[in-house]
């Protein structure tokens, strides 16, 4: 990884993730979780699983290489969405990529007509939480002790309707204006 924010110049681009990019997906979900996925849940997700999609936000370094810095997994589960994990790298956050790649999987269920999206949290992490606030997502519940490295709470986070208004709200990027409302 670099020394921080993304090279002058280069555009983070969001694309299905492949095979060969699950060293830095690893590195960066060791990086972001006190439990992360191991290896053969990733290529699981990657290689057996059909109702599951996944993205990584991907950058240019200078010397022309090419730099995973963040990724997201998404369940597809009958009508529902569930984002199973997002994460960047954090030399990275804070600079809009984790709302690229949840943007990117909100329309992506909306093109696999799933109805809503639902995912945990947990309940001290409120910088997760102002991130899916701004794309509509209210707390339905929560999950006791759901965490097991510490026994924290996870709350329920859910957004509805999934729908071509939302969608449409998403593709003019919505969630940048704090009074508009993704319905």
């Not at 409120?126 to 339905?140: H, S």
Request: negative net charge; hydrophobic residues 40%.
């Amino acid at each position: 990884m670099s020394d921080g924010a993304a090279p002058k110049g280069s555009t983070v681009v969001i694309r299905p993730m492949q095979a060969e990019d699950l060293s830095q997906v690893l590195a960066i979900d060791q990086a972001s979780f006190a439990l992360p996925w191991p290896e053969s849940a990733y290529r699981y997700e990657l290689f057996d699983n059909p109702g599951s999609l996944l993205w990584v936000a991907e950058v240019t370094t200078p010397d022309g290489e090419r730099q995973v810095i963040g990724m997201v997994v998404v369940w597809l589960i009958l009508d529902e969405a569930h984002i199973a994990t997002i994460a960047v790298h954090p030399q990275y956050r804070g600079q809009g990529v984790a709302t690229k790649l949840l943007s990117t999987a909100l329309i992506a269920s909306i093109q696999r007509e799933m109805r809503s999206a639902t995912l945990e949290v947990r309940l001290h992490n409120l910088a997760a939480q102002r991130l899916y606030r701004r794309f509509g997502f209210e707390v339905a519940g929560s999950r006791p002790r759901y965490y097991r490295d510490n026994n924290e709470d996870a709350l329920i986070m859910t957004v509805s309707p999934l729908n071509q208004a939302y969608r449409e709200w998403l593709e003019r990027e919505g969630w940048k204006n704090q009074d508009e409302q993704p319905f």
